[in-house]
Each structure stands twice: as C-alpha cells, then as structure tokens.
C-alpha cells in the first residue's frame, strides 16, 4: 500500500500560477504511474495528467499546454500555469500499483477571474 500526501493547493488568479506536490510513501517501488485528478462539484471526476515510471506523461484535453506533471524520487509535482476558472475543483493524487490504485487525501483549488 502506498500513502499519499498533497499539498500546495489554495486561492489562484485566472492567468496564474499554482504548484501541487504529492509526497508517496509506503510501498513505493510498486508503483507504475502516478496521475492527478480532479472533481469540481457536481462534475465527474477528470483525469488531469500521468507519468509512469519512464518519464512518459499524458495529459487531459482541458489542461494541455498549461498543466505540466513531473516526478522526483517520491515526490509528483503538477504544474499549473495559465490557471482559469474551470480549473477550480479538488486534486486528488494517485499512484497505481499492478493491483490497487492509492488515493491521497485531496487539495483544493479554487481559482478567480
């Protein structure tokens, strides 16, 4: 099992930046990809972007060009540049692993035009 913890959420302007982090711990060498997602209230859950163990990323239609994940070590960061209001809704971390799926707690963002 892998545990996950995100932070750098919080209040963003339209046109700004924001950065979230999701520090894993547990059983990490277990995991294949870690992704990001998000849910805005009343809306389905949005994959936002992935990156697997090579370094291969992919990206939802709604934040391409904007939104950059990485990884270092044990850390999966999402770079949120050009933030516009759609963008609010809550970031979930997760890593998947061949057989479960780990989730982290969530961290808000909330963006103003």
């Known amino acids: 099992q892998v545990q996950l913890v995100e932070s750098g959420g919080g209040l963003g302007q339209a046109g700004g930046s924001l950065r979230l982090s999701c520090v894993a711990s547990?059983?990490?060498?277990?995991?294949?990809?870690m992704r990001w997602y998000r849910q805005a209230p009343g809306q389905q859950r949005e994959l936002v972007a992935q990156i697997d163990t090579h370094g291969t990323t992919m990206y939802g239609d709604a934040v391409k060009g904007r939104f950059t994940i990485s990884q270092d070590n044990a850390k999966t960061y999402l770079q949120m540049n050009n933030l516009k209001v759609e963008d609010t809704a809550t970031y979930y971390c997760?890593?998947?692993?061949?057989?479960?799926?780990?989730w982290g707690q969530g961290t808000q963002v909330i963006v103003s035009s």
């Open positions: 997760v890593a998947r692993a061949r057989a479960r799926s780990d």
């Open positions: 547990g059983n990490i060498v277990t995991i294949i990809y």
